[in-house]
């Protein structure tokens, strides 16, 4: 979007909009209306104040056209000729509000000439006086102008004299860059120790201002601060960090119409039934995730362990797949083709658990007899083995990066790890049944042995709060934006939490469950699933918003035990108790199949078949790394 910074004023005779007046105005000729139709409104009103029937008005300039607590804005100074509007229909929204957010678009898109014949011809303003003067001042860098503006403009229900301390704080540090910028740097001083020090208490930040006293030349000055200088956007980067102090109905929020655009479409995905498919920017029709890319039907049943599969992952980067089994080895596949990469082999007790490194390139899995291994995924080699907790290793998580990971287990023990053995904190906790961490690695969620979720933030391993079960959790899942917790309860039902609130919002019941770990999650874009297993083979897909069950996948003869959702390839895996794993992707079209490494010719096959987009994505991606990886294997 281009961005305007100047400051539009009214127009004065003979400008642009002067010029191209007579030939904007409707005289009634929009659709067809008589004079009594309440669908129709005219505005004549003539330049002294006058309506065309003769009668006098009160002084246009003054009228208040706002709501109530939101200033009074000026009309605009009259027309110079009769004005006839026909509106089409009547809108629940104030006019005002409506044009005052027309002129915002009109003019941060730079359509100087149609902002101005806007102004004239509604007879409403973007700004007051004194708000178009403050905004002039801003980008001017009249910067005692500004503050001596500040109390007036300031909203009247902000008396905190620590917000006040903020809003003036962030006018003194634009000084004080531009200061050094001038390489005025004794007044630039002055400014530090005599002004900024006594605005906030942020030690840190002064001394990152501080620093900038060093800087040898205006453009280390830009690099260092990260600031573009006078003459780039930072005044207006000012004038909008400054608005959250001032009410809105006396200066538009910044980009308001954009925000609502924005809002609109993600209410749209957050209604979407099926949302498995990103929203387009496309203002003229709503969002809808057709029915047919919905995962529907099974593509692929995968065949290569030997014995019941416990738990399955895709690597963040899409390109792998993984899975653990009571065999007692992990299987990393290709989602290209769904071929065997490698077998990991080492455990020598069933594996129960495992977990992708963000960079996709190593695997840590967790075994019944306590172990942790960590993996190397071009390789196959085991790097690391972590022997540190007393009972059998529940679940395990990444932090973040891809040198450290969190461990817990029914020994009462929750251990930061190093990739390189150590052991980086440990702290006792209850039996943990599962691990959640946030994308972030600011939250932790402990789910214990009874019927309690224990959060913790995680940067300290402090408390935070426990939020209570009405039965034992077998496993739980935390949503993307970890706003959002399930639970999957011994009981038979999964419950969604809302974290912020601490409290329980929805139930989603209808799978069997008995005396079997089923792994729950969340799937779809933004998570707007919720996944689940069942013990007689399917499994059942929500929406998390509305709660309503809408399909069950039925592609297994037993149990099954986890599953897990890839945003890069739009598909779901699944992991039974009938030694398969099921790929179930968000689109119609695509071959349903069986593959068994010990048959060959089989993958070939499935090369050979036409894929959807998603999986062609994939493999227009895939690195010469991957390819060295295949002919190794």
């Known amino acids: 979007m281009t961005l305007s910074l100047d400051n539009p004023s009214p127009p004065t005779n003979g400008s642009a909009l002067d010029r191209g007046a007579s030939s904007s105005r409707r005289n009634g000729n929009i659709g067809s209306s008589t004079s009594g139709d309440s669908r129709s409104r005219s505005l004549s009103v003539s330049e002294n104040g006058s309506s065309s029937d003769g009668s006098e008005h009160a002084e246009t300039k003054g009228i208040s056209s706002g709501p ?46 149609t902002f101005e014949l806007l102004q004239r011809e509604s007879g409403h303003t973007l700004e007051d006086e004194a708000i178009a003067q403050f905004r002039a001042n801003v980008l001017a860098g009249k910067w005692t102008h500004v503050e001596r503006a500040m109390p ?64 040898p030349s205006t453009a280390e000055l830009h690099t260092t601060a990260g600031w573009d200088g006078s003459t780039g956007r930072s005044r207006y980067l000012v004038l909008e960090s400054l608005q959250r102090y001032i009410l809105p ?22 209604t979407c039934e099926r949302h498995v498919q990103s929203a387009d920017k496309n203002l003229y029709i709503d969002h809808k995730c057709p029915q047919s890319i919905f995962p529907l039907e099974l593509q692929i049943n995968l065949k290569g362990h030997k014995d019941e ?47 992708w490194s963000p960079n996709s390139k190593y695997i840590v899995s967790a075994d019944s007899e ?17 022997e540190g907790h007393s009972e059998t290793v529940t679940s395990c998580r990444w932090l973040g990066d891809s040198d450290k990971f969190i461990s817990g287990g029914m020994d009462q023990k929750i251990i930061i790890w190093s990739t390189k053995g150590n052991v980086i904190k440990q702290v006792a906790s209850p039996r943990v049944h599962d691990l959640a961490v946030s994308v972030d690695s600011s939250l932790l969620l402990v789910a214990d042995d009874k019927s309690s979720i224990h959060m913790y933030d995680l940067a300290t391993l402090t408390f935070i ?42 139930e989603f019941a209808g799978h069997v469950q008995g005396k079997y770990v089923i792994r729950c999650a969340f799937a779809g ?95 227009a991606n895939i690195s010469d790394d991957d390819q060295s990886m295949a002919a190794a294997t």
Not at 172 to 183: M, T
Not at 331 to 352: A, C, K, M, P, Q
Not at 582 to 588: G, L, Q, T
């Open 68 to 113: 109530e607590g939101f200033g009074s804005l000026k009309r605009y100074p009259g027309l110079s000729q009769q004005a006839n509007r026909t509106c089409l229909r009547e809108s629940q929204f104030s006019e005002e509000q409506v044009v005052r957010l027309m002129l915002q678009e009109l003019r941060d898109r730079g359509f100087t000439d």
């Open 152 to 215: 007036s403009i300031i909203a009247s229900d902000v008396d905190s004299e620590r917000t006040k301390h903020a809003a003036l704080f962030i006018i003194k540090r634009q000084q004080f860059l531009e200061l050094l910028e001038a390489r005025k740097l004794k007044q630039a001083l002055l400014i530090l120790q005599n002004e900024l020090s006594m605005l906030t208490s942020d030690i840190p930040q002064l001394h990152r201002l501080s620093s900038l006293l060093m800087c």
């Open 249 to 270: 109905g006396k200066m538009v929020p910044v980009h308001r119409m954009e925000s609502l655009y924005a809002q609109a479409i993600m209410h749209q995905c957050e």
């Open 309 to 355: 599969v416990w738990y399955v992952a895709f690597s963040p980067d899409g390109r792998y797949l993984a899975s653990a089994s009571c065999d007692k080895t992990c299987i990393i596949w290709r989602t290209i083709d769904y071929s065997i990469v490698r077998t990991l082999v080492g455990h020598e007790g069933e594996v129960s658990y495992l977990a």
């Open 370 to 386: 306590k172990v942790l291994r960590l993996w190397d995924v071009e390789t196959g080699e085991t790097l690391q083995t972590f």
């Open 465 to 506: 709060d426990k939020l209570d079960e009405p039965s034992v959790i077998m496993s739980l899942a935390l949503s993307p934006d970890a706003r959002f917790c399930i639970t999957e309860l011994r009981s038979g039902v999964l419950h969604m939490w809302d974290l912020e609130a601490r409290t329980r919002i929805r």
């Open 525 to 619: 874009l933004d998570g707007l699933f919720v996944v689940e297993g069942s013990e007689d083979g399917q499994l059942l897909v929500w929406n998390r918003n509305t709660g309503r069950l809408l399909t069950r996948l039925k592609g297994h003869t037993k149990t099954i035990n986890g599953c897990s959702w890839s945003d890069k390839l739009a598909a779901l895996a699944t992991a039974s108790d009938d030694k398969t794993i099921s790929i179930w992707p968000a689109y119609h079209g695509a071959p349903s199949c069986v593959l068994d490494p010990s048959k060959t010719g089989q993958a070939e096959t499935l090369s050979s078949v036409s894929r959807s987009a998603a999986s062609s994505s994939v493999a």
